[in-house]
């Protein structure tokens, strides 16, 4: 695998320790009666690590080219994709302003100052907060607008890192676990993740002929389905590395949300807790942990057949914003 460039020939700047473990969890496995396989992007490494490491080495080779001084990005309260770029901007030498909504009604003083919240400060991030119920996407545009009218050269990072540069870094993910997979003699069945903006899954999918299931975090599976499906669309038409990713098959699971984005569920607290206690690694109360809570259910159900990988996408700091559920 060439390390600047992959065969898009698309620049990366290099952030992760690259390749992450694929781990066999033989603990998990004997308990659920099923194959399981964990890709550990939760030790991408850099600050934190996460998966939005990988889609951040694409965007911010982007941002480098384009001359910015400054990268806007927005999400949620707790965003780890928020928290990334701040780390990111930082080592480039970049100014990060986040936009942050407080999406998640009843939660704690922990989930409004820790977590994500207080790396953010201590990489010196501009933090703006939002309120519930605010226009998101027109403060964000606001934002853009008052810093550029201000002298700043913005590099504009949509929500999640999830545009098809950020898919990238999932695409070449998924090179990655093909790689790790044939060198043991394995045939993964189908990976498995959580999905929230749809660009890790889409990266994914355009990357491999593995099917990808993506355990939604929030979004309905036809909302989600048609978000990856867009970026598939737009990268095997755009990027001719992956034309044959043209067509395939979105699969989206929706029944692990619970109320809402970032609302806790009781399942996704006990997959927290068995993966914790089976196997010492430690899952996120809004993205792995509903998607772990997926991977359980399915197996309950008895449709794991063969080898799955679970992708660990990282967001531990969370854990300690969530400190009334766990
Ligand atoms: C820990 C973690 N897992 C999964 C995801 C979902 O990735 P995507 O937004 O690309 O669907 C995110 C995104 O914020 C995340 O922070």
Redesign the pocket.
């Given at each position: 695998m060439k390390d600047h460039t992959d065969t898009t020939g698309a620049a990366r700047v290099l952030l992760a320790q690259l390749p992450t473990p694929l781990e066999r969890l033989d603990r998990l496995s004997a308990h659920l009666g099923a194959e399981i396989w964990m890709k550990r992007d939760d030790l991408t490494g850099f600050a934190g690590g996460?998966?939005?490491v990988r889609?951040l080495e694409y965007l911010m080779a982007e941002a480098k080219a384009a001359g910015a001084d400054t990268v806007v990005t927005a999400?949620a309260l707790q965003?780890?994709?928020a928290r990334q770029t701040a780390a990111a901007a930082t080592r480039l030498g970049m100014r990060a302003v986040l936009v942050l909504t407080e999406a998640v009604a009843g939660r704690t003083a922990a989930y409004d100052r820790g977590g994500n919240l207080a790396l953010d400060r201590l990489l010196g991030a501009e933090i703006r907060r939002l309120p519930a119920g605010s226009d998101g996407a027109a403060a964000f545009a606001e934002t853009v607008a008052e810093l550029e009218a201000r002298g700043a050269r913005v590099y504009p990072i949509p929500v999640?890192?999830?545009n098809l540069t950020g898919a990238l870094g999932y695409a070449r993910a998924a090179a990655e676990i093909e790689e790790q997979a044939a060198a043991i003699g394995l045939a993964p069945a189908r990976i498995v993740?959580?999905?929230?903006?749809?660009?890790?899954?889409a990266g994914l999918v355009l990357g491999t002929a593995i099917p990808v299931l993506g355990i939604s975090?929030a979004s309905s599976a036809a909302e989600l389905a048609a978000k990856v499906g867009a970026l598939v669309a737009e990268g095997a038409r755009s990027l001719p590395a992956f034309a044959g990713a043209a067509g395939r098959e979105i699969l989206v699971d929706d029944r692990f949300v619970g109320p809402g984005y970032g609302q806790p569920t009781e399942a996704m607290r006990a997959a927290l807790q068995t993966v914790a206690e089976l196997e010492a690694i430690f899952l996120?109360p809004?993205?792995?942990g509903k998607a772990m809570a997926g991977l359980i259910a399915l197996a309950q159900e008895g449709r794991l057949e063969g080898p799955s990988v679970f992708l660990h996408?990282?967001?531990m700091p969370a854990i300690f914003a969530y400190d009334d559920v766990i």
């Open positions: 996460g998966n939005k889609k999400g965003s780890n994709h999640g890192g999830s993740t959580g999905s929230g903006s749809a660009g890790t899954q975090v996120d809004v993205y792995s996408t990282g967001g």
